[in-house]
């Protein structure tokens, strides 16, 4: 008989691979499997709180520094002017980004509700509020838990769409983040917003206005020159509110779009690591 620690996993397993079979835009049949090779899924177990699920890495570990993946922010919307009332993401990509890692150190960080909810789970929380300061303390909170786990000392993060926001305002608060790469980043949400035309946030905290605190943080922002979500000018709008830039660089990654091209492209950009330059 298996062990009940065992029999756990193999349960949640089998749970996400029936509800969350999400696997529109990229090969994602064998991702649960994979990942679990890898990491232990830990569903919240928060009553008095919104849930963040993270899956983690349990074995000996080979550096005092952790990756931390911070998912995007999935199907908040169904459309411009109806609220998503599960906002799982249906499209798995910052896991399979995780598989291409070849660092054993590695965690994903999920957003508040996103494959669990609670009865404190409405969709204000994943659409107006999902930057707010309430919602920034529950993500710091998780990261810390995520670091003390293994005791680690410092937190490269990594943002997909709306975590490179999270991983950002996470970064200006903390003083043990190595690091910050953003993928297709909503780096400046009052632009982006005022660029699609849709209704701003008023409780949403915003990355360029804490530039005297990132500015000495490294910095890589990855950006797909096809994306018709987060466009090049969105990552140029935030550079440009930065009067020092020697802890930040970008690229433009030709035929890349919001979620297709960045699987392909992963491993070598995993190789090109922020660093300051002065």
């Keep these: 008989m298996l062990p009940i620690s065992s029999l756990f996993s193999f ?3 089998l749970c996400l691979m029936v509800f969350l079979p999400g696997c529109q ?3 994602e049949s064998g991702i649960t499997e994979a990942l679990s090779r890898r990491l232990t899924y830990y569903p919240s177990t928060a009553i008095n709180s919104l849930p963040v699920s993270t899956w983690l890495y349990e074995g000996p570990k080979k550096s005092n520094v952790v990756r931390v993946y911070i998912e995007g922010d999935g199907r908040a919307w169904v459309r411009k002017s109806r609220m ?3 906002p799982t993401p249906k499209n798995r990509l910052v896991h399979a980004l995780m598989l291409k890692d070849k660092k054993t150190d590695i965690a994903y960080l999920g957003r508040p509700c996103h494959f669990q909810q609670n009865g404190l789970c409405h969709p204000r929380v994943w659409t107006f509020d999902r930057y707010s300061e309430d919602t920034l303390n529950i993500m710091n909170n998780a990261l810390s838990a995520i670091k003390k786990k293994q005791n680690y000392q410092a937190i490269e993060l990594v943002g997909f769409s709306g975590g490179a926001t999270i991983a950002l305002l996470l970064a200006s608060q903390r003083d043990d983040i190595a690091s910050v790469r953003t993928i297709a980043g909503n780096l400046d949400p009052a632009y982006t917003n005022t660029l699609h035309k ?7 905290l915003n990355p360029a206005d804490y530039i005297d605190t990132l500015k000495n943080i490294p910095q890589y922002h990855f950006v797909g020159a096809d994306d018709p979500i987060v466009k090049p000018a969105i990552v140029n709008h935030y550079l440009s509110r930065f009067t020092d830039m020697y802890c930040i660089q970008f690229k433009i990654l030709p035929g890349v779009t919001h979620h297709k091209g960045w699987v392909d492209h992963w491993e070598q950009l995993l190789s090109e690591s922020p660093h300051c330059v002065r």
């Excluded at 849709?198 to 949403?204: D, G, L, R």
């Design 11 to 13: 349960f949640i397993v």
């Design 25 to 27: 835009s990229l090969p």
């Design 84 to 86: 998503s009332t599960n």
């Design 198 to 204: 849709v209704t701003p946030m008023p409780s949403a």
